[in-house]
């Protein structure tokens, strides 16, 4: 009815802020446990979001969209005017996707996977690696980005906002210094 439309119109952008998970789901998205959806977007999952599978502990940055079509059949318009290109899309399990990524139809991106910020998943990408770039490419196993992870991390998490910047503008004096000092 005329009315449920209004009320979804008005409503979507309360749910979508409020309960980004929730809302993936209602429009569609298969979308497991412990996952979370930073800075959400309604153009995220894009025109067919029933074609998109997000496996458990998924973690989507700032940005990034699933595109399930190719648009570009549109110059085939005149002469195919019905013709459409669609594939799902299925993220595994324990998997991150950076800041403004792209993920194109008919990808699958295999369990315990980082994908860097601003990269084109084209391919399918295996299980325990990390890619990045346009297109994404592999650059590291899982197990080597966590070593060096370690080497270079520090244990910051659950440190309240002024005990962190206490700590972390102690590592800056005793390492190198900050712009602009001797």
Known sequence: TIMQSILIRVMRPFLLKLCPIEYARWIGVKVGE?????????????SEPYLIEIG?????????????????????????????????IRVGNNVFLGDECLIMPGVRIEDNVVVGARSIVTRDIPANVVVVGAPAKVVSS??????????????TKGMGREEKEAYLRGLRRDSSPGPGEP
Not at 34 to 46: L, M
Not at 63 to 74: C, K, L, N
Not at 76 to 88: H, I, N, S
């Open 56 to 88: 458990h502990h998924v973690s989507i940055g700032a940005g990034t969209r699933f595109i399930t079509h190719d648009g570009g059949v549109w110059v085939f318009r005149e002469e195919r005017p019905t013709l459409d290109v669609m594939a799902g």
């Open 142 to 155: 899982l197990d080597d980005y966590r070593r060096r992870s370690e080497e270079k991390g520090q244990a």
């Open 34 to 46: 412990g996952c979370r959806w930073v800075c959400p977007k309604a153009s995220t999952f894009g």
